[in-house]
């Protein structure tokens, strides 16, 4: 069946217009994107039908809002094929989601002298955290080397491993060079000795069908803007047994059981990590995106994307004087390069003016841009809505830039 692509571009309005008298290329999809009309309307229909705070409230609002939000986790549980909705933490974002186990799960079983492994590829928000963390516990954090293309050196991660790991964070997908991590790879050997693994799939989910039995990871965690829902809203799963263990990661109402003067017990899972009001109208537009992704199919975007991404590197590999940076052999539709010498900033703001929106610098992944030694990178990630027409209007305003500063 041919990819519905006129279908799917109607859906979403943010592409149907002008920028600097030319029709908009939106080329800046990993940072996030853009939003079908049914998310939109998903968040008018919350707004002017049923806004009220769920969970307490007897009345009938509250009760059909309450049942949006808790159909919505179970929706997410089995868009990643989870076990049970209950392992499905509602948080503001991949961030969030990071944060909250870096912190929780380090409370509980990071000590001095520990270990924790990151790799080379990740973002700041599964960088930092742990960072810290380590810092404060007098742990130490270790980074999976990647080699000149992008990939995992996979024999120095087995040599990393040690009987201190305490936990392994690596992201699924590279947001500054679209590899695509041999997660279950990482899983499958750090399982042999009991050491939990953390997921950050912010770059995965709108790409690729993401099955968390089938991966086994114990924590995957992502964020609904990067996949057609709004900003603010993300998830975070974790396995029922270890998120047991560990303890509240923010205290306030919903968190709670019981309240005393003297002390207070804890909520069931998951309400136990989801302290204060939720982003009610963010869960009803992450429903609504989860719908479009399925309605579109997982696997037919993750090939039209395939294709765009072929093309693109045909194409842009052509011109003389680019040069791509990631050249791992499983990618997302991603691609990072730069034109010559000229730097990644002075290129993007010409190719903006040419009405493509893209974007350049160091993506939030510093210590990555540190080890392939570049100043930073342009980067065009691509989503189903975009075209082959646009990866030519992409290559025609490289060449110009190419022309402008020869
Ligand atoms: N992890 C990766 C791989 C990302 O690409 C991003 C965002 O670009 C994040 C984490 C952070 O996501 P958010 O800002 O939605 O929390």
Same mark, same amino acid.
């Not at 969970?55 to 009345?59: F, L």
């Not at 293309?149 to 050196?153: A, N, P, R, T, V």
């Given at each position: 069946m041919a990819f519905p692509i006129d279908k799917i571009r109607k859906e979403f309005p943010v592409l149907h217009q002008m920028v600097y008298n030319r029709p908009l290329v939106y080329f800046d999809n990993a940072a996030t994107t853009q939003k079908p009309q049914a998310v939109i309307d998903a968040i008018i229909n919350y707004y002017s039908r049923d806004n009220c705070n769920i @969970?307490?409230?007897?009345?009938f609002l509250s009760q059909r809002a309450t049942e949006e939000f808790e159909n919505t986790r179970k929706a997410v549980s089995s868009f990643i094929?989870?076990?049970?909705? @209950?392992e499905i933490i509602f948080t503001k974002g991949t961030t969030e989601s990071i944060n909250l186990v870096a912190s929780s799960f380090g409370k509980r079983f990071i000590s001095k002298g520990d270990e924790v492994i990151i790799s080379g590829l990740e973002h700041h928000s599964n960088f930092v955290p742990w960072q810290i963390l380590c810092n404060e516990k007098e742990a130490t954090l270790k980074f999976i080397p990647v080699t000149p293309?992008?990939?995992?050196?996979m024999d120095s991660f087995r040599k990393l491993v040690s009987k201190k790991t305490r936990i392994i964070a690596i992201t699924h997908?590279?947001?500054?060079?679209g590899t695509i991590l041999p997660v279950e790879e990482v899983i499958r050997y750090a399982h042999q000795f009991n050491i939990p693994v953390l997921v950050d799939g912010a770059q995965a989910v709108s790409h690729m069908a993401v099955d968390v039995q089938k991966l086994d990871c114990d924590f995957y965690c992502f964020s609904g803007h990067k996949m057609y829902a709004p900003m603010g809203i993300g998830v975070l799963y974790g396995k029922e047994k270890l998120l047991e263990e560990m303890p509240p990661y923010q205290l306030g109402g919903e968190m709670i059981k019981e309240v005393f003067f003297d002390h207070t017990t804890y909520n069931d899972l998951p309400y136990k990590f989801e302290a204060g009001t939720p982003n009610v109208e963010g869960v009803y537009g992450l429903k609504a995106a989860m719908n479009f992704i399925r309605e579109t199919g997982i696997d037919n975007i993750y090939a039209w994307e395939e294709e765009l991404l072929r093309y693109a590197t045909w194409k842009l590999g052509d011109i003389e004087g680019v040069r791509l940076i990631g050249t791992a052999r499983k990618k997302t539709s991603l691609i990072s390069f730069l034109i010559g010498n000229i730097h990644p900033y002075d290129a993007g703001v010409i190719i903006d003016k040419m009405g493509i929106a893209v974007r350049t610098g160091h993506h939030c992944a510093m210590p990555l841009i540190e080890l392939l030694k570049v100043p930073g990178t342009i980067r065009a990630s691509f989503a189903l809505y975009n075209t082959f027409e646009e990866i030519d209007r992409l290559a025609e305003a490289v060449i110009q830039v190419k022309q402008m500063f020869a």
């Open positions: @969970h307490r409230g007897v009345h094929n989870a076990p049970s909705s @209950h293309e992008g990939e995992l050196d997908v590279s947001n500054v060079l």
